[in-house]
């Protein structure tokens, strides 16, 4: 089944300590994002990566990085979580060519709480 | 900074009836989407419409685009309790879909 899967998809912890939620794809697709959502404020993008190797800031990256090692993970880390940073975050990933260009795909939500 | 903004905030509809979100931007675009999400849940693609385009159907889903007033509507027809979710407009503004803009949504809710 063609999905993107993250993980944790809950996780409470203390600021300061550093955290990593991974995201993998299995449908072979160049971009990858992350985005959090806030109540009123909607979705914003985080960082965004065009392909292995190729990453870039989206709207909100402050106290966020991502890597692209391999296609298909796009890991966010967090090095120093703060209260701020709670908040349900999505990855999602899209074909740079083909039918569906341009469409993304989201995984389910890593809903995140910084004490 | 947000590029689509949906209207209304909150649509409260009977079963049945027809749900009209309206979505306007303010930048030129290559398309725009619309998506759909249950509460607390992922995104769910739904629609893309180029800007060369100005009416797309999928479904009970019609969507139209008017790039000279730069707005875009979704039109559920024959609406479902199962249609309640919110609905977001997203937009491929500044040059490129690696930067898909959203707006704040849609929360509609279809009384059965």
């Known amino acids: 089944e063609a999905q993107v899967t993250q993980n944790p998809r809950y996780l409470i912890t203390v600021t300061g300590k550093k955290l990593t939620v991974t995201c993998s794809q299995n449908?072979?697709?160049?971009?990858m994002s992350w985005y959090r959502q806030d109540p009123g404020l909607g979705l914003r993008q985080i960082y965004y990566s065009m392909n292995v190797e190729v990453t870039d800031k989206g709207d909100v990256p402050e106290g966020y990085k991502v890597s692209r090692k391999e296609k298909r993970n796009f890991p966010l880390i967090l090095e120093s979580p703060s209260p701020n940073q709670t908040s349900l975050y999505f990855c999602?990933?899209?074909?740079?060519?083909?039918?569906?260009?341009?469409?993304?795909?989201f995984g389910e939500g890593s809903r995140l709480t910084v004490l | 900074s947000q590029q689509g903004e949906e209207d209304p905030q909150a649509l409260s509809i009977q079963e049945g009836e027809n749900a009209t979100m309206n979505c306007s931007y303010k930048t030129s675009i290559n398309n725009l989407q619309w998506y759909r999400q249950n509460s607390g849940r992922g995104l769910v693609h739904l629609i893309l419409?180029?800007?060369?385009?100005r009416e797309k159907h999928s479904g009970r889903l019609r969507v139209t685009l008017d790039t000279s007033k730069k707005s875009s509507s979704l039109l559920i027809t024959a609406s479902r309790a199962a249609d309640t979710a919110s609905y977001f407009c997203a937009t491929d503004a500044w040059g490129g879909s690696e930067k898909l803009v959203f707006g704040k949504g849609t929360k509609l809710t279809v009384n059965p």
């Open positions: 419409i180029r800007s060369n385009e």
């Open positions: 999602a990933s899209s074909p740079s060519s083909g039918e569906n260009t341009g469409e993304l795909f």
């Open positions: 449908m072979n697709h160049e971009y």
